[in-house]
């Protein structure tokens, strides 16, 4: 069984800071993969920022700048640091991970329960 739990979501004001974590735990072998996606309401689920374990980051144009995602890999968690907030990054923010879980030879994909991040004065 894995787990992904997040923290650190929140009411900020725009223009402020918000840092997420996401703590995966469980039989995990590796992963491959963590990341974070948004869902605002009444839209599809959309990606922020992705970082595979060799580094590479993927990120959506509407964050470039403003949002940073980094990885501990010690601890098996992942964050993403969001700075310069604006009231349309209001959404509810899942974090995301690509595993292999002990004991087996496949990728298994995994999400959060997700965080309420609101952006308004």
């Known amino acids: 069984q894995v787990q992904l739990v997040e923290s650190g979501g929140g009411l900020v004001q725009p223009g402020g800071s918000l840092r997420l974590s996401c703590a995966a735990s469980?039989?995990?072998?590796?992963?491959?993969?963590m990341g974070w996606y948004r869902q605002a309401p009444g839209m599809q689920r959309e990606l922020v920022a992705t970082?595979?374990?060799?580094?590479?980051?993927n990120s959506a144009d509407s964050v470039k700048g403003r949002f940073t995602i980094s990885r501990d890999n010690a601890k098996n968690t992942v964050y993403l640091e969001m700075n310069s907030l604006k009231p349309e990054d209001t959404a509810v923010y899942y974090c995301?991970?690509?595993?292999?879980?002990?004991?087996?030879?496949?990728?298994?994909?995994?999400w959060g329960q997700g965080t309420q991040v609101t952006v308004s004065s």
């Open positions: 469980g039989r995990i072998l590796s992963i491959n993969l």
């Open positions: 995301h991970a690509v595993i292999r879980r002990i004991g087996t030879f496949t990728l298994g994909l995994y």
């Open positions: 970082l595979t374990s060799g580094g590479s980051t």
